[in-house]
């Protein structure tokens, strides 16, 4: 009997072995090419904190589309852009949910609830995708030029009196933010860009977003990491400051809801609309959504942009630009028309450029940053080249969310052509004051989920300081009502 025991208990402890060392969610695909592995841990230790080009590696030896194994859950990795467009844009329907993750779902997020785009697909997540998709779709974005009005001026300005000694970054965080704040709750951030608010939101938004990186989190992939502590012990800390901003900013509009003081925004309509069909906790995911996906891209594409402008080649694509955008509006008027439409072919091809060339979420299953570069799509892909998207077929990357490209795209664009007709934009004159190019290297926080720029200068010249100025007043004249 003793031996039986010991034998059944040894067949136990096997089992369990087995069980951490190779189980998955989902057994092994058959016919799609797998990564080799080790126990327990798959092939984490071999992507090590730079995912996206290991995969672009792998992706040359297995082919475009492999399987892995990230401790218990398997993954499949898509790295050409023909792969992306095939799964993400063709059978986009079959990948519209979205995988659970220990440390971001049921740490992070127990108090205000997903965001829209880390929501599991279920009826709830429908019913926000499309309150969301109708607050963001052309007639709405266009409505909105006002905010881009208003917040792109606000930036120039602070550019214009700091052209001495100007970091990009927090300007640029400050247009995103308050772009999305002044949508979806109908309130700014006022001051300069050294509010404590402002300092508040963007830092621990961009430490949020970190929690979803697969290099930061390797105890969503290995339960038993789990045994041994808390792992990134300041997700609570975290999600209790976001929570504290959150609940201010909805008590907030409320209060002027009820005091009848409030500017039209999403959530304002959705308050007041008996017939809504949203509950709290779905209106707390579009606040979050609001608050967050701004900052995860816009501010990380305009500031690298800029950094690319500040260069020898880049000055010469602010001539091009600078060139067209005098042929479109020979009468001086682009930094008005820019809001009521765009014509300016070239600065719609640089704008693409900047989302291809900076793919700010670079590893976001699928692979952003390898079909972005993939060479059989574009031609010297590491080269920075606005002409490759003048007449170009497709019109874009696959890469590019549909839903809020819209809204993002015309902040690019805007931003683009008043920052070229404002000022000539160069280099810092110290070598070490210049900003890393490299897409990859660029950021600050290799781990991270997102890109953070790592702090650069530009030198910034206005063309024509007077006009600038009158541009600047006639602009807070249309918007001193927001």
Not at 157 to 180: G, I, M, Q, V, W
Not at 420 to 445: G, L, Y
Request: aromatic share 10%.
């Amino acid at each position: 009997m003793t031996y039986q025991l010991v034998g059944v208990a040894a067949l136990a402890v096997a089992f369990l072995l087995y069980k951490f060392a190779y189980q998955t969610d989902i057994p092994e695909i058959k016919n799609l090419p797998t990564i080799p592995g080790i126990p327990i841990f798959g092939n984490l230790f071999q992507l090590g904190t730079d995912h996206a080009r290991v995969a672009a590696k792998w992706a040359k030896k297995y082919g475009p589309v492999f399987q892995t194994r990230l401790g218990t859950k398997r993954v499949i990795f898509v790295n050409s852009y023909d792969a992306v467009r095939y799964f993400w844009i063709k059978n986009q329907s079959a990948l519209i949910s979205r995988p659970m993750f220990h440390t971001f779902h049921s740490v992070v997020s127990t108090s205000q609830g997903f965001t829209i785009g880390t929501s599991p697909w279920d009826e709830s997540c429908k019913k926000r995708r499309k309150a969301a998709g109708t607050a963001l779709n052309r007639p709405a974005v266009q409505s909105y030029m006002p905010i881009l009005d208003l917040e792109s001026t606000a930036s120039i300005k602070e550019l214009l009196e700091d052209s001495r000694r100007p970091r990009p970054d927090p300007y640029f965080a400050r247009f995103a933010l308050n772009t999305s704040l002044t949508l979806n709750y109908g309130f700014r951030i006022s001051g300069n860009v050294d509010s404590a608010l402002l300092k508040e939101i963007t830092m621990v938004e961009r430490e949020i977003s970190n929690f979803r990186s697969t290099s930061n989190n390797w105890q969503d992939y290995v339960p038993l990491l789990r045994l041994w502590g808390a792992q990134n012990p300041k997700a609570k800390e975290f999600r209790d400051r976001r929570d504290k901003y959150l609940s201010d900013m909805l008590a907030d509009l409320k209060d002027r809801i009820a005091k009848g003081t409030d500017k039209p925004c999403i959530t304002g309509n959705i308050l007041k609309d008996p017939d809504a069909k949203l509950n709290e906790a779905e209106l707390k995911s579009i606040c979050l959504t609001m608050v967050s996906a701004g900052l995860d891209t816009v501010p990380g594409n305009l500031i690298m942009g800029l950094a690319y402008l500040s260069t020898d080649h880049g000055q010469e694509i602010q001539e091009k630009a600078l060139q067209q955008i005098q042929e479109v509006y020979p009468n001086g008027d682009a930094w008005e028309k820019c809001l009521e439409e765009e014509k300016v072919p070239y600065v719609t091809a640089l704008v693409k450029e900047t989302l291809r060339f900076w793919t700010v979420i670079p590893i976001c299953l699928p692979n952003a940053w390898a079909a972005d570069y993939d060479d059989k799509r574009f031609a010297s892909p590491s080269e920075f080249q606005p002409e490759r998207f003048l007449d170009d077929p497709e019109g874009g990357t696959p890469t590019t969310p549909t839903v809020p490209a819209r809204a993002s795209n015309r902040e690019l664009f805007t931003a683009y052509v008043r920052l070229i007709t404002a000022f000539r934009i160069a280099q810092a004159t110290e070598p070490r004051d210049r900003p890393v190019i490299d897409a990859i290297e660029c950021n600050s926080v290799p781990t991270a989920l997102t890109t953070d720029p790592k702090p650069f200068k530009i030198s910034l010249k206005a063309r024509d300081e007077p006009m600038l100025r009158k541009w600047i007043a006639a602009a807070e004249e249309r918007t001193n009502h927001l």
